[in-house]
């Protein structure tokens, strides 16, 4: 569930976020514009922590994926509520950081870390690196003795199975460039054990993103805890199983997602009698994704003579790519819906590429130059991937808190836009 509603406004009904109508932000702040909703943001967490908590799985360190919505705000908004974070990159290290949420519950994942991001990590006092590779492996324990220190690590395992989903989010089969497989992750740990720089604690997994089915995770889960009782048998120490993200977002053209109760049950009863283990997960698009739209405004409605309709808007696939680059689905609700029969629409962006389109043959409710539209369930992989592409200014966002709003990024100048560059001496 979401907390963006129809509320009746004074000329009629409207989307409002919280106790905000959306118009009123648009004026405010401009179009294009995010609109994340503390609300949801918080609903999302606690529902999937209840649920694991209801299920049995004991003090679960629920990391939000970083990169799916790194703004500072919705991190704090999330580190408030007990949250940890998953992370990729100094630069989300730094805004985990910034937002408040504490060392000991981010976890360093990512195929190639740096050595000066290794000593970052090591610096901040990371839980956890997740290690992808022998080589990462050797770069953390060599960094870690470098500095007096020993880390904390996990090996990520590729489970080899296929989640479903689009091509460029599946990260769980061999084919893919993520994490070690069950052989080499057993080696690997053993190796792991006995080197002076490392700590291994645990395992991991992440089998993709947009995953509807639980099916695969399942299949993926129970390879997970063979290996757990594989290394322990060994006499290995396995403190920590980091389960990974990948439940999907509901986008109203596909299958609805699972709910978090029957995720959380069949984690249970896959890991039955698994004892002395900390369960970790790394969700991103299932918190965020429902909890912020982009909003937009018409700015043509451009009836071609052959017949095709086309909505052209002043948001691009710069503010929101997940269109162009996976050829997702996003719902498109009018902020003040018009009376009237539907008509079909492709809705396009100013950018001069035909891959700026963000769906063809759409059936909308009427729409007029000057209406606001909102692309619904656009917190996650939103703003998070957007550019300035086109030279357009980075899209502001805006967090929602009851009947608030503040701007928690704010639209940038040309100034400010031109000042990051910088000339060459011979021009
Ligand atoms: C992207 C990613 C996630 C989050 O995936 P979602 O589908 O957004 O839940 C979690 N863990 C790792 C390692 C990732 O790369």
Request: glycine share 10%; net charge negative; hydrophobic share 45%.
């Amino acid at each position: 569930m979401n907390h963006f509603e129809l509320v009746q406004g004074s000329g009629g009904p409207e989307l409002a976020c919280e106790g905000v109508p959306l118009a009123k932000i648009a004026e405010a702040v401009g179009t294009p514009v995010y609109v994340y909703s503390s609300a949801t943001l918080e609903r999302h967490f606690t529902v999937l922590r209840d649920a694991l908590t209801g299920a049995g799985l004991k003090d679960p360190l629920i990391a939000f994926a970083v990169k799916a919505n790194p703004n500072v705000a919705v991190l704090r908004t999330l580190a408030a509520v007990g949250a940890g974070a998953d992370v990729v990159s100094e630069g989300e290290i730094r805004r985990a950081l910034a937002a408040g949420v504490p060392p000991d519950r981010i976890v360093f994942s990512g195929v190639g870390k740096t050595e000066a991001e290794v000593a970052f990590a090591l610096e901040t006092g990371v839980a956890e690196i997740n290690l992808e590779s022998e080589p990462e492996l050797a770069l953390v324990n060599r960094v870690a003795q470098q500095m007096g220190k020993r880390a904390t690590v996990a090996i990520r395992v590729n489970p080899d199975v296929e989640a479903g989903g689009h091509a460029k989010i599946s990260t769980g089969k061999a084919e893919n460039k993520f994490g070690v497989s069950f052989g080499e992750a057993e080696r690997l740990y053993a190796n792991a054990s006995n080197m002076a720089g490392v700590r291994p604690v645990g395992v991991a997994c992440h089998i993709g993103s947009q995953i509807t089915d639980l099916a695969p995770m399942e299949a993926a889960f129970k390879k997970m805890r063979g290996l757990v009782e594989r290394l322990r048998a060994e006499g290995l120490s396995v403190e920590r199983l980091d389960l990974g993200g990948g439940l999907g977002a509901p986008y109203f053209n596909s299958a609805t997602p699972p709910a978090p109760a029957d995720y959380a049950a069949m984690i249970a009863r896959t890991m039955a009698g698994l004892t002395d283990i900390q369960f970790a997960f790394e969700p991103g698009r299932m918190i965020a994704a429902n909890a912020g739209v982009l909003v937009a405004k018409v700015l043509h409605v451009n009836a071609r003579p052959e017949g095709r309709k086309f909505l052209v808007l002043d948001a691009a696939m710069n503010d929101l790519l997940r269109p162009a680059m996976y050829d997702a689905f996003h719902d498109i609700r009018p902020v003040k819906p018009r009376e009237g029969d539907p008509a079909t629409y492709d809705v396009v962006g100013p950018i001069c590429e035909t891959g700026d389109t963000f769906t063809r043959d759409r059936a909308l409710p009427p729409l007029e130059a000057g209406d606001l539209i909102a692309f619904m369930t656009a917190g996650a992989y939103g703003a998070a991937m957007s550019s300035e592409y086109n030279s357009r200014l980075l899209v502001p966002e805006v967090l929602v808190k009851g009947d608030q709003f503040a701007v928690v990024r704010p639209r940038p100048t040309y100034d400010d836009m031109l000042a990051k560059e910088q000339s060459a001496p011979w021009l």
